[in-house]
């Protein structure tokens, strides 16, 4: 049986874990971590310590009315994507424990998009510069 981190649990609610396949379970924010327990596997478990969290990152859909999911980065060991009932719940309830200055909205598809042709058209204005000294 695994050990909780947690001594005291402030929230717990169904959600799916996107580490690999999808993974059903429940998410359970505490007072020393966040973690994640499988329903059918009960040794397929994330557990990790606030100090452990680099960042949250949210994807918001219709200007913040609906998060599909939700991200967690680590300064060790990357980043965790996870995806609940009602995810505004657990965010706050991680707010709470992290701060506001550790939650973040993610990037839309189209600031992406243009992000990746604003970096081509400054590399091929770069590479024609070079070409130019020659």
Avoid: C
């Amino acid at each position: 049986m695994v050990q909780s981190l947690n001594t005291k649990v402030e929230l717990v609610m169904e959600s799916t874990s996107f580490l690999g396949l999808g993974d059903y379970g429940q998410v359970m924010v505490g007072n020393r971590a966040f973690e994640f327990y499988n329903s059918r596997d009960k040794n397929k478990y994330i557990q990790i310590p606030w100090e452990e969290i680099d960042y949250v990152e949210a994807a918001s859909i219709l200007n913040g009315r609906w998060i599909p999911r939700y991200a967690i980065n680590t300064k060790k060991n990357g980043r965790y994507m996870f995806s609940s009932r009602h995810p505004k719940e657990v965010l706050r309830a991680i707010r709470v424990h992290l701060g506001p200055n550790k939650m973040f909205h993610s990037l839309t598809f189209f600031q992406i998009i243009a992000r990746g042709l604003r970096a081509s058209r400054f590399n091929f204005k770069k590479k024609q510069e070079h070409e130019e000294k020659k």
